[in-house]
């Protein structure tokens, strides 16, 4: 079994700041995806960035970057540069491979102050 | 490429009454994946189809079912609708075979009163 936890349930960011979204997990299997998704309020989840458990680089997509701390069981996500359009939701998730049934955190609501 | 399409956008039920919220897949992607999304729930499993065959289920009851179509698209069922039921539905698809991550649609926002 997979569990994802969230424990922020807020954050603000001045535009143009940085900020870093936190995520825990636990799970028993030894090959295994994490993911980062955006929810605007159009309500559709967007994938901003994913994570092989088993490569030790961290992966970055632009403004994002994930901090992947494989023996804390980390994996924080974050946003350079914040921008007013990255306001949203974001879920950390997991899932035992790139295309299967994934485990998500409660998610994190971030503003961003102009 | 159309990305996943899901209908209706809004659903209004009675309690007892049974759902059918419907989802068409990305070209090419075999797999379709259900998800309830409650108010302060985050996103619960519900149900994973891959080529016709129910491959996965989440912890929800029996009247939550659904199937997949030789065209790949799925239909959500939920029967003997209850309050609880109240929730954004999101459906998403994937290419097993490419092992592409899911891409999701819009959601089915479902109403019971």
């Known amino acids: 079994a997979q569990t994802v936890t969230q424990s922020q349930p807020e954050m603000s960011v001045q535009e143009a700041e940085t900020v870093t979204l936190s995520c825990t997990y636990d799970?028993?299997?030894?090959?295994?995806?994490l993911f980062w998704y955006k929810q605007p309020p159009s309500r559709q989840m967007i994938l901003v960035i994913r994570q092989e458990a088993y490569k030790q680089q961290n992966a970055t997509e632009n403004r994002f970057s994930v901090n992947f701390q494989k023996a804390a069981k980390s994996f924080s996500l974050k946003i350079s540069d914040s921008q007013l359009g990255d306001a949203a939701m974001y879920f950390c998730?997991?899932?035992?491979?790139?295309?299967?049934?994934?485990?998500f955190g409660k998610g994190i609501t971030l503003s961003v102050r102009p | 490429e159309a990305g996943v399409t899901q209908s209706p956008t809004h659903l209004i039920k009675t309690r007892g009454q049974q759902a059918t919220l419907r989802c068409s897949p990305i070209?090419?992607?075999?797999?379709v994946y259900w998800y309830q999304q409650a108010l302060g729930l985050g996103l619960q499993f519900l149900l994973w189809?891959?080529?016709?065959?129910?491959?996965n289920r989440g912890n929800f009851p029996p009247r939550f079912s659904g199937r997949q179509f030789p065209n790949y698209s799925s239909e959500l069922n939920v029967n003997a609708l209850e309050l609880e039921d109240s929730a954004l539905y999101l459906c998403?698809?994937?290419?097993?075979?490419?092992?592409?991550?899911?891409?999701f649609g819009q959601g089915t926002r479902l109403t019971v009163v």
């Open positions: 998403a698809s994937s290419n097993r075979v490419m092992n592409t991550e899911a891409f």
């Open positions: 799970t028993s299997e030894s090959d295994y995806y």
């Open positions: 070209s090419g992607h075999t797999s």
């Open positions: 189809y891959d080529e016709g065959e129910e491959r």
């Open positions: 998730a997991s899932g035992t491979g790139a295309n299967s049934k994934l485990t």
